[in-house]
């Protein structure tokens, strides 16, 4: 596996990782340590891993909800760049609680950013998502797209990305918008995976089923107009996100106002995740045919050509064989996630 950034910190370079415990904060507070930059990661644990934190990284156990908390902790470690994954991301729970993911989400971000602008930090990057271009963007999805969330989440990071915007334009704290599509894979020399729970994600369902960890795997909806009547989703190898993390901070040094979407700009469908999981392991995958789910946008695919052509970044470990191959051994080493490695 491969990252091709090749980043020299500048001196003092203190990056604040907010949601660094969880499953893509951790993979990016991984790759910055490794290139020398200094790190603070600041999670709550409620989704996140203590375990997932890089050693070299300080950590602070805190809920990014806490307006005083998280200024004082700004103001104490005097951070140059903050990262924003801390989120609740769970489209259906949304769904059922709409105020309280918005509040939530939203509440992270204004803290963040308030405190950003109190101690002079020079650069802002939100983990966004495909979802707040909803149900009825035309694919492969641009960054020009209408912004047009189909759920109460996507809703939220849309929220979001206008305080960005805001912040921007009256303190001159430099901001980017990553819009990831789904993110996949593991980090294996590093002991880093996917570890949620519940787990929501496909190709993690699909492998616990193929490992006798689950009894089937339910396909919601299988008469959408695809070729097999299944959604397609953009998978992106959680290590080429981190590395467009690390090329957009790079270029934050210097310019603002970025908004990249992050997905590999190919689709696969669910059945063919399915498929292509037994294939890499060998294991007969029993599925169930379940209606629709409330919000599920048929296709989702990234047109990723802005972050190739202005910052160089390429999907190379994008590839689902690398990306099941990857996440397969996470999982078969890691049965109970991360307390596997307690
Ligand atoms: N995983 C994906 O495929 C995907 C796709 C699109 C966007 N995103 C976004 O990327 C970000 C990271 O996703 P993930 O899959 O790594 O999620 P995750 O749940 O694994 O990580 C989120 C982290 O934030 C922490 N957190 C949540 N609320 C907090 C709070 N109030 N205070 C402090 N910490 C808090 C959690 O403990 C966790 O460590 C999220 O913002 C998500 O919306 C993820």
Not at 47 to 70: E, I, K, N, Q
Request: charged share 20%; hydrophobic share 40%; glycine share 8%.
């Amino acid at each position: 596996m491969a990252n091709t950034t090749r980043a020299t910190p500048l001196p003092n370079e203190h990056v604040l990782v907010a949601g660094g415990a969880g499953y893509v904060g951790s993979h990016v507070a991984w790759l910055l340590c490794r290139l020398g930059f200094k790190v603070t990661v600041l999670d709550d644990l409620s989704t996140g891993h203590r375990h997932a934190v890089p050693h070299s990284a300080t950590f602070v156990h805190c809920d990014a909800r806490d307006t005083a908390l998280v200024s004082r902790v700004f103001a104490e470690s005097r951070p140059t760049a903050v990262m924003n994954f801390a989120a609740l991301s769970l489209v259906g729970d949304s769904y059922r609680n709409p105020i309280g993911y918005i509040a939530h989400n939203l509440t992270i971000t204004l803290n963040l950013a308030k405190a950003a602008a109190e101690t002079g930090v020079s650069s802002f990057l939100l983990s966004s998502t495909a979802s707040i271009f909803g149900n009825e963007a035309s694919q492969p999805i641009a960054e020009e797209a209408p912004v047009r969330p189909g759920n109460p989440y996507g809703e939220s990071k849309a929220m979001c990305e206008q305080v960005l915007r805001w912040l921007e334009a009256t303190t001159g704290i430099r901001t980017a918008a990553l819009r990831y599509f789904n993110a996949s894979g593991a980090l294996l020399s590093s002991n880093l995976g996917e570890a949620h729970d519940p787990e929501t994600h496909l190709i993690p369902i699909v492998i616990q089923a193929a490992l006798g960890l689950r009894d089937g795997v339910d396909i919601f909806g299988d008469d959408y107009p695809t070729a097999d009547g299944t959604c397609i989703r953009d998978y992106v190898h959680v290590l080429d996100l981190a590395d467009a993390h690390v090329k957009t901070l790079l270029a934050l040094r210097t310019a603002g106002g970025l908004r990249y979407n992050i997905g590999s700009g190919r689709g696969y469908s669910v059945r063919q995740i399915v498929h292509a999981v037994e294939r890499e392991t060998g294991h007969r995958i029993p599925v169930r045919r379940r209606p629709r789910r409330e919000g599920d946008p048929t296709t989702l695919i990234a047109c990723n050509d802005r972050i190739r052509n202005e910052l160089g970044w390429r999907p190379v470990n994008s590839g689902l064989a690398t990306i099941i191959g990857s996440a397969w051994k996470w999982h078969v080493n890691h049965p109970s996630g991360f307390d596997t490695l307690r």
